[in-house]
């Protein structure tokens, strides 16, 4: 093999590697920040803390909603700040109306600050699990059941947080196809 066919393949395999290892990327940053909690990514449980976990210490959480520019639902939170101690399930509501004459479906992104926070704040349930399908004019409320872990107290950085916000965007999504099917039809007449 001439220097110049080693010099190619050399690079023809480098090229490989780096794609390989850019569809790669996406997936471990979003282990390493479920893990983490980095960039404000939060926990997830299927249960709450024992009522003995809950500290005497207090947290504000505030809560933020917005939508995508091109997600034409009007989307809110209930209240916009609790207070909670630090263990205590906290429950708190949003909105989300579809103004619109169409069926539209519609995940939520989310994020927690600040970022020392993110690792500490666990989901029990939330709607951003699920994608949301409203009707035309359909106003829905949905539920987030959550608590700040304890461990926060002894996180160097997280024991001087005392106000955490809880921030979602709504994104529109192409309808599921069951969903897309019965959007298209055309309606049927009334005996």
């Known amino acids: ?44 449980s299927e249960v709450a803390p024992s009522p003995d976990a809950v500290l005497d210490q207090e947290v504000t959480i505030r809560f933020d909603g917005s939508t995508d520019k091109a997600m034409p639902w009007r989307f809110r939170p209930l209240q916009r700040k609790m207070q909670l ?5 906290g429950l708190a509501f949003y909105e989300a109306y579809n103004p619109t004459d169409r069926v539209i479906a519609g995940t939520a992104s989310y994020n927690v600050t600040p970022d020392a926070a993110g690792g500490y704040f666990t989901k029990i349930e939330c709607f951003c699990f699920t994608e949301q399908i409203l009707q035309p004019g359909e106003r829905v409320e949905m539920p987030v059941t959550f608590y700040v872990d304890p ?8 024991r001087f947080v005392n106000e955490i916000t809880l921030s979602y965007t709504f994104f529109e999504q192409p309808l599921p196809e069951d969903q897309a099917t019965l959007a298209s039809a055309p309606p049927r007449p009334v005996n």
């Open 1 to 44: 093999m001439t220097p110049e066919k080693k010099t190619a393949s050399l690079l023809a395999g480098i090229v490989v590697l780096m794609v390989s290892l850019s569809f790669a990327a996406v997936p471990f940053y979003n282990w390493f920040c479920r893990v983490t909690g980095y960039a404000g990514t939060v926990g997830v």
């Open 85 to 89: 101690k630090i263990g205590e399930t």
């Open 151 to 158: 461990a926060i107290v002894t996180d160097p950085e997280g």
